[in-house]
């Protein structure tokens, strides 16, 4: 049976089970160890963390630990990465921060932000026709009110945000907040503002979550220039905050033009007293959108002018086919909001049968 080679290979195997022995114990001796270390730095963090709700799971979360990761079989996983889930489509150059309280690049946005009587409700109906796509109308400059949120951290306690641990003891006293993670309270709360449809919430059988995931959310807003930041912060806020999104900034560059139609909407006549706004507050609020535009920079936004689109559809299906639809394209540009606020009826907003987008 035994011949010189296979003797030497018996010696080998004996061999190699002496290193597999040393090798478990050595791996039974580490878990020891990491359990004990462990159990004592949870015992010290219940004793100082007020945070921490007095729970052994509330402090150490499956996974966290030394020995979980160790034992875990998937050692790739990282918390907190910048994995991005539509970097072929929607948000190609997107920055996600990605933590386990936030993916802000997970959802995708569409924003139209315009000037006002620059046609912005008839942009929301057409672009509202698009496949995946639900757009909610005005919601008085949410989206300003939401940056204050951060920023009012950022500009008065920046060190709540930029703590990269957890702080558990003193005045300002907190766990780690991710980077990016506001990104997802500022999410929702305009999700909040354009929910689906109430006969899809009395439906038991829906899910909001469900129901949500493969669209494509956003509002038209004419106020985004009157929040008091530049066209640059605001970039920069929608950059960070939503950063998956594509932009529509619409404006109207006959000033001439909107002044004239304001005048003939609003009553803002008081005894024969003009009290909107001045044909040089208009010129400065379209030179707040070019700003904006080019800071959100030609992968995220689209520019068009009011004056422009109305005689072209041809400039809105360039912007139809920009975010990444196929085979759609308007017929005709509908007309709402003419007459003041009436709502347009007639125009076909058809986009053709085979109108698709394919990354749903
Ligand atoms: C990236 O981070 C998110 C959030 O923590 C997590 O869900 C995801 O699994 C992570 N991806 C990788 C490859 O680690
Ligand atoms: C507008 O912002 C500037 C600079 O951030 C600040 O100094 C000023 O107080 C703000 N004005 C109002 C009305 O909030
Ligand atoms: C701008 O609008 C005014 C008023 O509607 C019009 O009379 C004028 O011709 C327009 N200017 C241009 C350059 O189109
Ligand atoms: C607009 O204001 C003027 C002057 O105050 C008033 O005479 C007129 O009736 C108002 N028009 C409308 C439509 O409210």
């Known amino acids: 049976m035994s011949s010189p080679a296979s003797r030497i290979s018996e010696q080998d195997r004996q061999q190699s089970n002496v290193q597999s022995y040393i090798f478990l114990l050595c791996v039974v001796a580490f878990s020891v160890i990491s359990y004990i270390f462990n159990s004592i730095q949870g015992m010290e963090?219940?004793?100082a963390n007020p945070f921490t709700s007095g729970t052994k799971t509330n402090l150490r979360p499956k996974g966290s630990s030394k020995l979980d990761k160790f034992l875990s079989s998937d050692n790739s996983w990282e918390p907190f990465n910048s994995t991005n889930p539509h970097a072929n489509s929607w948000c190609p150059k997107a920055t996600c921060l990605n933590s386990p309280l936030c993916r802000p690049c997970e959802r995708r946005h569409f924003f139209i932000f315009s000037t006002a009587r620059s046609g912005s409700t008839t942009l929301l109906r057409m672009f509202n026709a698009l496949p995946n796509m639900r757009l909610a109308g005005e919601n008085h400059n949410e989206m300003w009110y939401l940056s204050?949120?951060?920023?009012?951290?950022?500009?008065?306690?920046?060190?709540?945000?930029?703590?990269?641990?957890?702080?558990p003891t003193g005045p300002f006293a907190h766990n780690y907040i991710p980077d990016g993670s506001m990104a997802c309270v500022?999410?929702?709360?305009?999700?909040?503002?354009?929910?689906?449809?109430?006969?899809?919430q009395q439906n038991k059988d829906f899910n909001m979550e469900e129901y949500d995931r493969n669209l494509i959310l956003g509002f038209k807003g004419v106020r985004?220039?009157?929040?008091?930041w530049t066209g640059q912060e605001a970039a920069d806020y929608i950059k960070s905050h939503f950063p998956c999104s594509r932009v529509v900034i619409n404006y109207q560059t006959n000033?001439?033009?909107?002044?004239?139609?304001?005048?003939?909407?609003?009553?803002?006549t008081d005894g024969g007293v003009y009290l909107g706004p001045s044909k040089e507050e208009l010129r400065a609020n379209n030179d707040w959108q070019r700003e904006f535009w080019n800071n959100l920079g030609s992968e995220m936004a689209w520019l068009i002018d009011m004056d422009k689109w109305t005689q072209d559809v041809g400039i809105l299906n360039k912007v139809v086919n920009?975010?990444?639809?196929?085979?759609?394209?308007?017929?005709?540009?509908?007309?709402?909001?003419?007459k003041g606020y009436a709502p347009d009826t007639k125009t076909d907003l058809d986009l053709g049968e085979n109108c698709l987008y394919r990354y749903i």
């Not at 951060?150 to 930029?162: A, D, E, Q, S």
């Not at 500022?186 to 899809?200: C, D, E």
């Not at 985004?224 to 008091?228: D, E, I, S």
């Not at 639809?325 to 308007?330: D, K």
Request: with cysteine; glycine share 4%; aromatic share 8%.
């Open 45 to 47: 963090g219940t004793a």
């Open 148 to 167: 204050e949120m951060t920023n009012n951290l950022v500009r008065n306690r920046p060190k709540i945000l930029k703590h990269k641990e957890d702080k």
């Open 186 to 200: 500022a999410q929702n709360a305009l999700h909040n503002l354009n929910p689906p449809p109430m006969a899809i």
């Open 224 to 228: 985004l220039h009157h929040g008091n």
């Open 255 to 268: 000033v001439t033009h909107q002044y004239e139609s304001f005048k003939r909407t609003f009553n803002h």
């Open 322 to 338: 920009w975010l990444g639809y196929e085979n759609c394209a308007f017929k005709a540009i509908a007309h709402e909001n003419d």
